[in-house]
């Protein structure tokens, strides 16, 4: 039995990926720091390991005596790709997620880039586009030069160039912004840019689909991570709107007025291409944004009702009522 340990494989996409890979047969080491497993992967036979992947000791540790694939959602910045690479001898391969952020327009700009216009970039986007210069300037700097470091590296690695990911478990839920206002009975909401951006979206189903595939086929490649037929934000209003059986009533705002999670420009949408991943890895996916966001909006709920604020997380910006508000009173 092939055997897979995943670093962060308790977060939103590691144990979507730990039950993808289980269903195929594989052995499945679930690595964090808290050593506990989310309700169901016990049943299925996830091995749980407490590890800082900070500390070398302790990931090696977690690896015993090796694994044919390690998955790692956690890696951020050129030392932990060299710290990947150095498992050379105790790994076969590697699956590591990216970011679509990284993907950086003619001039240069990028999505976190410092001041300027957002990035133009072409529709759908190719892994063969310019992305952001690798280094330690931002989050999408750190993923390119992660990614630099590992194609570089001894280990055939499959990075993977997530776009905005949802799923239970998330730290920071972009759907929150329409599940909480309509836990608050909220039908009015403000909605940037006319409703018409399209910043692509990725269920962790669909991740874990690409994960399994690329474990099973090693090699050195980047692919993109994207739902297909991507939302506007109106569009993810109407679908979430959907699974809560709830009507908003979505206010659309010229600019960014006040903005939301996926709010850019309709100039500057991302939309990757999936056709590297279904050429290379036989890619299918498994689910679309409106069915797959309904798992996510029910575990949101779950949260919600227990008392859960999000307080610390940066998507409480747009949770601002009050700013909302003031917004909404100068329009009809």
């Given at each position: ?13 590691g144990?979507?990926?730990a ?23 016990a ?20 690896l ?9 959602s ?14 050379e001898g ?29 990035p ?13 210069e ?18 570089n ?9 997530a776009?905005a ?41 669909n ?7 690329a ?22 209003c ?8 709830y009507?908003?009533e ?39 944004y ?43």
């Open positions: 039995m092939p055997r897979a340990v995943l670093i962060g494989g308790t977060g939103m996409i144990r979507a990926a039950r993808a890979l289980v269903a195929d047969g594989w052995e499945v080491v679930a690595v964090s720091r808290s050593g506990n497993l989310p309700a169901g992967l049943e299925l036979g996830v091995e749980p390991v407490s590890a800082d992947r900070e500390d070398d000791a302790q990931l090696r540790a977690a015993g005596a090796g694994a044919d694939v390690v998955y790692d956690v890696a951020m910045h050129r030392v932990h790709g060299e710290q990947l690479n150095g498992l105790l790994v076969g391969s590697l699956v590591v997620i990216s970011t679509a952020s990284v993907y950086a327009d003619g001039e240069g700009r990028a999505f976190d880039g410092e001041g300027g216009d957002p133009q970039l072409p529709v759908p986007i190719l892994e063969a586009q310019r992305t952001a690798p280094g330690e300037a931002t989050y999408s700097t750190n993923k390119a030069e992660l990614e630099q470091t590992l194609l590296g001894p280990l055939p690695s499959t990075l993977i160039r776009c990911v949802y799923g239970p478990g998330a730290k920071n839920p972009r759907e929150l912004y329409f599940v909480k206002r309509a836990f608050d009975d909220r039908r009015r909401v403000a909605i940037a840019w006319s409703g018409e951006s399209r910043f692509n979206t990725v269920s962790v189903a991740l874990a689909e690409l994960i399994r595939l474990a099973t086929q090693p090699g050195d490649r980047i692919l993109n991570g994207g739902d297909p037929d991507p939302p506007s934000t109106l569009e993810i109407q679908a979430i709107g959907n699974a809560l059986e009507e908003f979505p206010v659309l705002l010229p600019a960014d007025e006040f903005n939301n999670p996926w709010g850019v420009p309709a100039s500057s949408s991302l939309i990757v291409s999936m056709e590297a991943a279904e050429r290379e890895l036989g890619y299918r996916p498994v689910t679309t409106p069915e797959g966001v309904k798992e996510t909006c029910a575990w949101l709920v779950a949260e919600l009702e227990s008392g859960r604020t999000w307080e610390d997380s940066y998507i409480a910006g747009s949770l601002d009522y009050a700013a909302e508000d003031e917004v909404l009173a100068s329009r009809p």
